[in-house]
């Protein structure tokens, strides 16, 4: 389920990535229409609501429901035990598989409060962005970034507690530098970073 669910994700960001880059897809359709070029914004809307359904759907309807009915726990250390994914493991390995397509978008989960100390900010746009979803949850951080020579657009949306599992798991951990997090809380967010040249 878990490779289903990332290559149909794959595919889908591999088509989204040729609009935005100005490479117009023909539809095989019998009049052959062809779609406009996209914005970066516009994609990068489109890829979070199909990260944060998959992410949902993940988390309420196979972890929750597995762990409820104790079939198998979600743990950190799932590879080396009978359990699946955590939530944010689900997502990073999601996007480790699109990371290796070679495409050249990227996404992953970022917090001023990180568990593992890669998942911080790794530049101040990043930080100051997390530091502006605290207070605008629903408007998405949004600018140009620069890797050396290359040009990337990021957008960063607000990632919450979406139930009792994900903000206990983060107050619960050995090494989670916050511990009051409660359901709806903004915990981090959700960088998508896509190149804006070939």
């Known amino acids: 389920m878990n490779r289903k669910h990332s290559r149909r994700l794959f595919l889908t960001l591999l088509f989204m990535l040729n609009l935005v880059m100005g490479i117009n897809q023909d539809v095989q359709a019998s009049d052959n229409p062809t779609f406009p ?13 199909i990260i944060e359904a998959d992410r949902k ?11 409820e009915q104790g079939i198998v726990l979600a743990k950190e250390d799932w590879e080396n035990k009978n359990a699946i994914p955590l939530p944010a493991q689900f997502l990073h390995l999601s996007s480790k598989l699109v990371a290796e ?18 998942n911080g900010p790794a530049t101040e746009f990043e930080r100051k962005s997390l530091e502006g979803l605290q207070s605008s949850p629903d408007i998405p951080q949004r600018g140009i970034v620069s890797t050396g020579k290359k040009k990337f657009f990021q957008a960063i949306y607000a990632d919450t507690a979406i139930n009792t599992a994900c903000a206990s798991c983060h107050n619960a951990h050995p090494l989670s530098p916050k511990r009051d997090f409660q359901v709806g809380d903004i915990m981090g967010g959700v960088v998508i970073t896509i190149p804006l040249e070939k």
Do not use: C, N
């Open 37 to 49: 070029d996209l914005s970066p914004e516009k994609v990068a809307d489109y890829m979070h609501s």
């Open 57 to 67: 759907i993940y988390t309420t309807y196979v972890v929750k429901r597995m762990q």
């Open 101 to 118: 397509s070679g495409i050249g978008i990227r996404f992953r989960l970022i917090s001023l409060w990180p568990i593992q100390r890669r």
